[in-house]
C-alpha cells in the first residue's frame, strides 16, 4: 500500500470513535508511537512515585500548581518536575499536548493513537499529578483578545523562523499556517481552563516559541505568576525567569545587585580557566560544549593564513539565522541579515580597513539559508579587504579576537568576550549583556555608521580601559556562574540525572541547601540575587 493510500485510511479511521485508541492497544500492545516515546518516563515511574509519596506524607499543604508540556522531551521532564514538587505537597496538574512533532501535521489517527499512550503512561503518576490532556478536553470556542491574537501571531512567526532558520517570513507558507492554527487552538484551550481553575503559579519550559510560548502569553494575560525555564550546556544548572520568557536572559536584577561588588581572585579564576576551555576548543567543568571545532592557532600565523595585513582589522562574528537567541532582538534594523548586508554594503568603500565575517560554525548543522548565500546573492565577488570565512573552516574564533581592532556582533556572547580582551564592540541586537558599561549600543542606523566611521579613523582611542575591561570580567562571571540557577535535572541527560539525584537525595537536607532555593524560586517566591549558589 502506497503511503498516500495509508494517509487516507489513516484520516478515514481518525474520525471514527475509538478506532485509534483498539488499534494503539492491540495491534501496538500499549507500546510508544513512532518518535513520541514516554518509555524513560514509563520506566522510571513506580520508583519516582513511591518517593514522592513518601515525601509527601511529611510535606505541608502547598500551592495550587500547573505545568504545561508539549513534544515527548518536555512532557517527560515536567512530568519530573510535577512529580517533585507534589512530593513537597503541592496540588499539581500538568497540561499537555501529545505532538511528536512541531513542524509538521498530523492526521488525526496518529494524534489520537499518542494521546492515549501519553494518558496510558502519565496517569500512573495521578493522584500525586493530575494529568490532563488538552487534546482530550478542547474547551468550547472561547474568543482570544486582539492582545491575545497578536501574541499567537508573534509566536507563530518566531516558530517559522526557528524552523526554516530564516528571519523573514511568509504568512502563506506551510509551515506559519501548521504553527499558527496549532497556536490558535492551545491559546483558546489553555485560556478557558486558566480562567476556571486559576493557579497559584504556572511553570512553562522555555516560554517564547510553540504552544510553549503561548501558554507562557496567555497566563501573563491573566496575571497568573508564571515561571518559565530552559537549559544551557551547564549540568546540574538551569535559567530560568519569573513572569519573563527565559531566552531573553534578562540579567537586570541580577547586575544590579552584583556589579558593584569586586570579584575574589578564586572567581577570576573561575572565569580564567573558562575562557581558556572555550578558546582552546575544549571541556570545562560540568560545561557540556566544545565552543570551537579547532584548538588555536596562534594569531599570526592566523593572520597570514587569511591575507591579511596591517590594516584595522573589524571582526563580525554571526549569529545562527533563527536562532532561538536571536528571535525579537531588533533594536534598530529589520533583522540580522538586513544589518549584515548594510554593514558589506558601507565596508565595500572602505578600503582602509578589513572586514571579517565569521559565520558561525553552528550553520554546519543547520537546514536553513546560510549567511554565506545571503552575502553572495549582495555580492557574488567581495573586494579584496573583505573575508568571509565559512561554517566548515577550521578557523578558531578566538585567534580572530586577538588580532581584532573593531568589534561588529549582533547577540552572540563573542561580543562580551571581544569586550573582556579590550577590544571596543559595537553591539546592535537585544543582547543580555547590552547596556551594561563595556559595549557601544547604536539605538539607529544614523548612530551606528557615525560611531562605526569615528571608530576606524583611529581604532586605538576606543580600545578599552582597564576599568571597562574589568567590567566585562565581572559580568561574563555573573553570566556563566550566577545566572544559571543550581538544579538536579537536566533535560538532555535528565534520566541519568535521576540515578545520581532522587528524590530522596535532592529533598534532603543537604539537598535542599543545594536545590532548595531554586524550586522555591520556581513556586513564585522573588528570585534573590544577593547569594551566590555556584559552590567555588
Known sequence: MTIV????????????PYTAELYWLFRQQGKPINRFSLQHLDANIPMLVEQAQALREQAQPGKKVFLFATLHYWIEHTALLGLALASQGHDVT???????????????????????YARNVLGKIAPLVNAVSFISKRAPYVPLSSELEEAVKQVSVYDTQYTDQIEDIDPASDIYKLRYRRNRDAAQTILAWLRSQRPDVVIVPNGTIMELGVCY???????IPTETYEFSDQRNRFWMAQNSEVMRQDTNALWETRKETLLTEKQMEKVRSLMMARQKASLWENFSRLWQGVPTQGAEKTRKNLGLDERPIILLPTNVLGDSLTLGRQVFTKSMAEWIERTVQYFVAREDAQLVIRVHPGEIKTRGVSMVEIIHRLLPELPAHIHLIRPEDKVNTYDLVEITDIGLVYTTTVGMEMAMS??????????????????????????????????????AKYRLLRDRIDLAWKYAYHFFFDFPRPFPWHLIRMWDDVKENDFRKVFSEQGMAEYGDSFRYLLGDKLDWTTAKYID
Not at 489517527?109 to 499518542?114: A, E, G, K, P
Not at 571596543?424 to 548612530?447: A, K, L, M, Q
Open 5 to 16: 493510500g495509508k494517509e487516507a485510511i489513516k484520516k478515514f479511521f481518525g474520525n471514527v
Open 94 to 116: 500538568l497540561g499537555y499536548l501529545p505532538f511528536s512533532e512541531w513542524r509538521t501535521p498530523i492526521n488525526r489517527f496518529d494524534l489520537r493513537r499518542q494521546n492515549i
Open 217 to 223: 502569553r496567555v497566563a501573563r494575560s491573566l496575571k
Open 422 to 459: 579590550g577590544i571596543p564592540t559595537i553591539v546592535v541586537g537585544n543582547t543580555h549583556y547590552r547596556e551594561r558599561g563595556f559595549t557601544h549600543d547604536p539605538d539607529s542606523y544614523v548612530n551606528y555608521y557615525k560611531l562605526l566611521g569615528s571608530m576606524l579613523e583611529n581604532p
